[in-house]
């Protein structure tokens, strides 16, 4: 079996030119820190009418910022890229990481199509509906309406040239992505320091006021009406005490605070690795926190936490009222109270940059993945090729482009029965758990020791690495967040579409254990496969592939 190299090629082809900045930049966008406060802002107090938002969002920090110190120490012990996979290949097992790492991409598929048709649905509907509200144009709100259906075919159109064009970009070259990418997070952040300064100078009557004058011209109910609606929601579980309901805050709060890991991805084209990996993960949860945080207090004051509340019972049909404005988010709300057309465009612009990188990211780490597995010889050669002249794997962004746009197609005709955030519990379950593993035995591990000695990034507590116990405690933050995604419909795996349409409940659990499976399936008839060539693949997961 010595007749033919153990790895693809001696070098990627890629080059490091992402510096400390870029990859902040790439976190906090794949957080999406504007969606996501608008989620804690809505379903928070919304699913958890008696929890504490606030002490709940500082929990979930604590647990992220042990799980992105874990992402950290291992791109900073493994510099490629290639993320989960290269960790759990390397700190594991081969099977593992294959199958974690094909598990995230799968349903990373479900991410790019369905922030990608946000773009339209979410940022380009409520700019479109706060300006007609606010101009009382009737047209505006007509094209509002088609702009928020997913199967519309103008939606349907734009998104697909949202999910095309980030193909594109990508194809290019990073130079270009990195520039777009600076805009689109400039602009969200304009954007949520304008919504923090907008609601900072109004108060509660101001806001109250303005609400009346334009919910009575769109036939919504009054402010204190909407108040008073708020004691028609209930928690799932009735008899869950408030402390239970903070608790629950957690897995809100984890469907941004999680996911300023995306620099992993491209370890190895991270220029001084651990400090930008460390400023890239650890900072994004910290910025990120700041950001919501702030945005959900200022929220409950100035539209008070009963009023939020109140707009869940009548969005969600608790109340015997219906939710009558184009929009139920933060940036709609924020758009009556300034009044202002240049506020209303930036609170728009800036929402739709937080979701218009997405689909490239997505992309990214698909093709991320796909050529580390090229690299160890698990998938084709084919998907491993890299333009020599823009550094960029061309093969795996056609490909994974063409498999994106065919799950927009799918997701535009059955968007109502998928669990809009069952992605989040797939990549708990499939990656994120495997990574907490990986890194508790990074420092113990015989052909990972060294790596994580010569890292720079060993820290001990009373003689154990600090990475093995925020592996520990990531771990145990993620179960408990797993727990609260099975037992309660509202955050989306098990939901009651797939409950009331397929009859299968927890048609998340079923879909994650499946594509794990034929992941590791999938592994092991590579590895026969390649044996059979001469080729033993065993021999690549003893060391760190090549950069």
């Not at 996979?85 to 799968?106: D, E, I, K, N, Q």
Request: charged content about 10%; proline content about 4%; overall charge positive.
């Amino acid at each position: 079996m010595a007749g033919k190299g153990v790895y693809l090629r001696t070098a990627t082809g890629l080059a490091r030119g992402m510096r400390w900045y870029d990859a902040l930049f790439l976190n906090l966008i794949y957080m999406s820190v504007g969606l996501g406060a608008a989620w804690v802002i809505f379903w928070g107090p919304g699913i958890y009418p008696e929890g504490d938002v606030t002490l709940g969002l500082l929990l979930c920090t604590v647990g992220c910022l042990f799980g992105m110190y874990c992402y950290a120490v291992l791109t900073a012990a493994m510099p490629r890229s290639g993320g989960d996979y290269v960790f759990v290949s390397r700190c594991l097992h081969p099977s593992l990481g294959f199958a974690a790492s094909w598990t995230w991409v799968a349903w990373n598929v479900v991410w790019c199509v369905a922030l990608g048709t946000w773009v339209v649905t979410w940022g380009l509907r409520d700019l479109v509906g706060t300006l007609g509200v606010v101009n009382r144009d009737p047209s505006l709100l007509e094209w509002s309406v088609r702009l928020g259906t997913p199967d519309d075919s103008i939606t349907l159109l734009l998104t697909a040239a949202v999910v095309s064009l980030s193909g594109l970009m990508l194809a290019v070259g990073r130079k270009w992505y990195l520039r777009v990418q600076a805009v689109c997070a400039v602009l969200g952040l304009f954007m949520l320091i304008t919504a923090i300064a907008v609601m900072a100078t109004t108060t509660n009557a101001e806001f109250e006021a303005v609400w009346n004058q334009y919910a009575f011209e769109q036939g919504q109910v009054s402010y204190r009406a909407t108040v008073d609606d708020a004691v028609t929601v209930t928690p799932w579980y009735q008899d869950w005490s408030g402390s239970m309901q903070t608790i629950g805050m957690l897995p809100i709060g984890f469907w941004v605070l999680a996911y300023p890991y995306f620099s992993a991805f491209m370890g190895g084209e991270l220029r001084q690795t651990r400090r930008t990996a460390l400023i890239g993960n650890v900072g994004g949860v910290v910025v990120g926190s700041l950001l919501i945080i702030t945005l959900w207090m200022l929220a409950a004051s100035t539209m008070t936490h009963d009023f939020i509340v109140g707009t869940y019972a009548q969005y969600y049909g608790y109340s015997a009222n219906s939710y009558n404005m184009p929009s139920q988010w933060f940036d709609f709300d924020v758009g009556l109270m300034s009044g202002s057309m240049p506020v209303v465009y930036i609170l728009g612009i800036g929402m739709v940059g937080w979701m218009l990188m997405y689909p490239s990211m997505s992309l990214l780490g698909q093709t991320r993945s796909a050529l580390a597995w090229s690299i160890d010889r698990v998938v084709p050669a084919w998907f491993g090729r890299v333009s020599r002249r823009r550094h960029v794997p061309v093969n795996a962004i056609g490909f994974f482009l063409i498999v994106d746009l065919l799950y927009l197609c799918f997701y535009a005709v059955s968007y109502e029965y998928q669990a809009g955030f069952s992605a989040v519990l797939g990549q708990c379950l499939g990656m994120f758990l495997f990574v907490g593993l990986a890194a508790m035995l990074l420092p113990y591990r015989k052909r990972t020791k060294p790596m994580f000695e010569s890292s720079g990034a060993k820290v001990l507590v009373a003689g154990i690495p600090l990475v093995t116990i925020a592996g520990a405690v990531w771990v145990a933050f993620l179960l408990v967040n797993i727990y609260f995604y099975l037992v309660d419909p509202n955050l989306g795996a098990s939901d009651y579409w797939s409950d009331g349409v397929w009859g299968i409940k927890h048609v998340t659990l079923y879909l994650t254990g499946a594509t794990f499976v034929s992941g590791f399936v999938a592994y092991w008839v590579a590895r026969r496969r390649r044996r059979k060539e001469g080729i033993d693949i065993d021999l690549a997961f003893r060391r760190l592939p090549p950069e």
